[in-house]
């Protein structure tokens, strides 16, 4: 099978100057494009500057940074001299850096200029790391060290089964675990997202999702066919979706539930109007990683009447999106997730790995050459996670009579806000540390806006109380801004017998029945 970076050395033969990339900065008003000739020329310098500084095929090198087209040459880069990449998530603590570069021994890291001060600044606490290289143009920087390089190729034999990324994602225990891809996984999406959204050469998507979250894989369906993708970096909002869908003649795009949210919302309001805009060319709209009302898909085929829509599920350990879609075709069946895309198969298993029943609840279980070779220095939790072949996804489903899959609860304890996975333990270690709690229970609300919020659920020592406010305060000098609760609650936190949390019973309490919008 042919690697990605093999589709980027293709694409510069075939479509030397179709447009690969374009960079729109709304805020600064900037907008840089790239073609396909010019991409793989600097892919292939940043792999020589890499290899120059002893980078070799198996090693690992980090990256951190906002979308941008330095990003995807970068991440290429890597994966041409045979080395894995990285990527870290742009909102991660110091803490959470450390953590991650312990267990991948990153032996470069690369990264936007804008964190170079923090990079620069935990040196001591990354000792495999022998290169630092900030991707600006300042005196020793990428861009300085590509200045005169060869563009050629430096001939590394990529195999389909070589290892090529390594991605952090966390568990319900609340510790990132590090999912191991091939450049197999990288292939399947590829294949998956041209098919299951029927990619051509003259498709253009809009590209918003992070890439550090695998959400690399919506852009890869342009790469096999050898179309473009819009990546919008800085800001996002109605008008800028909609004025850059209309000024860059873009047919796709990838919104996650707040995004459409919010241009239902300022069509409604009047703030936007599809007057102001040519959106001709926009043929088609697909939604994942959250749950999706379909109310939702119903508002926005009111103002989109002959707009196509789709909805995509995927994850980490499965490649990132596309391992089930519903088909342009089904809207209809508009609330189910799907089926299996092209090169995927699936079930549905009981706790002894057994089919069950049409109708009835089980775990889905998918298969494929697309999923993870599994968690990087962790055999128990990939021996618990794929099983003869067969990765088990930890969510809860069943297949209605037309053979639809409809997602019915998370076995995990994911709190999606906002497209975002936000780990309950993670937030519930950083409460415990405050003197007057005795317990805490984090647990997802309903969100009309973000799908959920985070809800807490706090237990006060013995003889101790508080007030919302001292809590939003703590909260705000421990917790990045997307993890703090929205809503805080005093009240006993029920354990069982085995000294687990009852969440179950405070979801009951307090989750359901509600929906908050603000």
Same mark, same amino acid.
Not at 49 to 58: A, N, Q, R
Not at 60 to 79: C, D, H, P, Y
Not at 179 to 208: G, P, Q, R, Y
């Given at each position: ?33 790239? #073609? ?5 020329? +600097? ?24 979308? !941008? ?8 880069? $890597? ?15 110091d803490e959470d850096i450390k953590y991650c570069a312990d267990i991948a021994e990153p032996s470069i890291f690369l990264f936007d200029e804008e964190y170079a001060p923090r990079i620069i600044a935990m040196k ?17 920087s990428l861009e300085t060290l590509m200045k005169d390089v060869s563009t050629e190729a430096l001939g590394i034999e990529l195999r389909d089964d070589d290892e090529c990324a390594l991605y952090f994602t966390s ?11 091939? @450049?197999?996984?990288?292939?399947? !999406? ?33 790469? $096999? ?32 539930? &707040? ?32 749950? $999706? ?99 088990? #996804? ?39 540390? @405050?003197?007057?709690? @005795? ?44 993890? +703090? &609760?929205?809503? $805080? ?30």
């Amino acid at each position: 099978m042919m690697t990605v970076v093999d589709l980027v050395a293709r694409n510069a033969r075939m479509y030397p100057d179709g447009i690969a990339y374009v960079e729109v900065r709304p805020v600064s008003k900037g907008r840089t494009e790239i #073609t396909w000739r010019a991409f793989n020329e +600097r892919m292939n310098r940043i792999a020589r500057v890499l290899s120059s500084k002893g980078v070799k095929k198996g090693m690992k090198v980090a990256l951190l940074g906002r979308n !941008s087209i330095a990003w995807l040459e970068v991440f290429f880069g $890597i994966m041409a001299t045979g080395a894995w990449a990285v990527p870290l998530n742009f909102r991660f603590s110091d803490e959470d850096i450390k953590y991650c570069a312990d267990i991948a021994e990153p032996s470069i890291f690369l990264f936007d200029e804008e964190y170079a001060p923090r990079i620069i600044a935990m040196k001591a606490a990354l000792p495999t790391v022998t290169g630092y290289i900030p991707l600006g143009a300042g005196v020793g920087s990428l861009e300085t060290l590509m200045k005169d390089v060869s563009t050629e190729a430096l001939g590394i034999e990529l195999r389909d089964d070589d290892e090529c990324a390594l991605y952090f994602t966390s568990g319900t225990t609340g510790a990132p675990k590090a999912v191991l891809h091939a @450049h197999s996984m990288l292939m399947v !999406s590829s294949i998956t997202e041209a098919t299951n959204h029927e990619w051509t050469v003259f498709d253009s998507n809009l590209m918003m999702s992070p890439l550090y979250h695998l959400g690399i894989g919506h852009l890869l369906g342009g790469l $096999i066919k050898g179309g473009c993708n819009v990546l919008v970096t800085e800001q996002v909002s109605p008008a800028i979706i909609l004025e850059t869908m209309s000024k860059e003649r873009a047919t796709m795009a990838f919104l996650l539930v &707040p995004w459409a949210l919010d241009v239902l919302q300022a069509l409604d309001k009047g703030d936007v109007k599809l007057s102001d805009y040519d959106l001709s060319n926009w043929r088609l709209m697909y939604m994942g990683a959250q749950p $999706i009302p379909p109310v939702l898909v119903k508002r926005w085929k009111a103002y989109f009447p002959a707009m196509e829509y789709d909805t995509t599920y995927g994850l980490s350990e499965g490649g990132g999106p596309g391992v089930v879609h519903l088909g342009m075709e089904n809207e209809h069946k508009v609330g189910a997730i799907g089926k299996p895309s092209l090169v995927w198969d699936l079930r549905i298993v009981d706790d002894k790995g057994k089919d069950v029943p049409a109708g009835e609840v089980g775990e889905f279980i998918v298969k494929s050459s697309g999923i993870m070779k599994g968690y990087y220095k962790n055999p128990e939790a990939t021996a618990r996670a794929i099983r003869d072949g067969w990765l088990y #996804t930890g969510d809860l489903g069943r297949i209605d009579e037309d053979g639809f899959i409809h997602i019915v609860d998370r076995k995990k304890d994911l709190v999606i806000s906002g497209g975002e996975n936000i780990y309950p333990v993670e937030i519930e270690d950083a409460i415990r540390r @405050h003197p007057k709690v @005795h317990d805490v229970a984090i647990i997802g609300v309903p969100h009309e806006r973000l799908g959920e919020v985070v809800c807490a659920v706090i237990q006060c020592a013995a003889g101790e109380g508080m007030s919302t406010e001292e809590m939003a305060s703590f909260c705000e000098k421990n917790l990045p801004r997307y993890k +703090r &609760p929205r809503e $805080i609650i005093f009240a006993n936190v029920p354990r069982n017998a085995t000294g687990k949390l009852e969440k179950p019973k405070l979801r009951e309490a307090y989750a359901r029945g509600t929906l908050k919008k603000t």
